[in-house]
Nanobody, 120 residues
Framework: EVQLVESGGGLVQPGGSLRLSCAASGFTFDAYDMAWVRQAPGKGLEWVSRISSAGGRTWYHDSVTGRFTISRDNAKDTLSLQMNSLRTDDTAVYYC?????????????RGQGTQVTVSS
C-alpha cells in the first residue's frame, strides 16, 4: 500500500522558515518523480515544486522560486521542502505527491497533508 506521511508544518511569522518532510513507503521511491502541491483556504490545488526520480532535476512555481528548495533522500525514502522567506500567501495545506504517469502533479497520489500558517 502506497503511503505518504507529511510532517513539519506549523505556525511561523512572515519572513520565517519551515522544513517539510514526507516519509514514503509501499513503492519503489527512487523510480518516481515526486512533488509538493498545496491548497490555500478557499482555493484549489496549486503545484509548488517537483523533483526527478534521481533528484538531478527540479522545477518550481514562479511564486516560490528562490525561496523554496525541494530535495529527496532516496536511501531513506524521504522528500523534503525547505521553505524560506515565508509570506502570508504561502499559508496552505501542503501535500507530498507521487508521480502518476501522464497526469499533472495536481492529480498524483497525495498524502494527508500538513498545515502551514504564516501569520504575525
Amino acid at each position: 500500500e502506497v503511503q505518504l506521511v507529511e510532517s513539519g508544518g506549523g505556525l511561523v511569522q512572515p519572513g520565517g522558515s519551515l522544513r517539510l518532510s514526507c516519509a514514503a513507503s509501499g513503492f519503489t521511491f527512487d523510480a518516481y518523480d515526486m512533488a509538493w502541491v498545496r491548497q490555500a483556504p478557499g482555493k484549489g490545488l496549486e503545484w509548488v515544486s517537483r523533483i526527478s526520480s534521481a533528484g538531478g532535476r527540479t522545477w518550481y512555481h514562479d511564486s516560490v522560486t528562490g525561496r523554496f528548495t525541494i530535495s529527496r533522500d532516496n536511501a531513506k525514502d524521504t522528500l523534503s521542502l525547505q521553505m524560506n522567506s515565508l509570506r502570508t500567501d504561502d499559508t496552505a495545506v501542503y501535500y507530498c505527491a507521487k508521480e502518476r504517469a501522464g497526469f499533472s502533479p495536481l492529480d498524483w497520489f497525495r498524502g494527508q497533508g500538513t498545515q502551514v500558517t504564516v501569520s504575525s
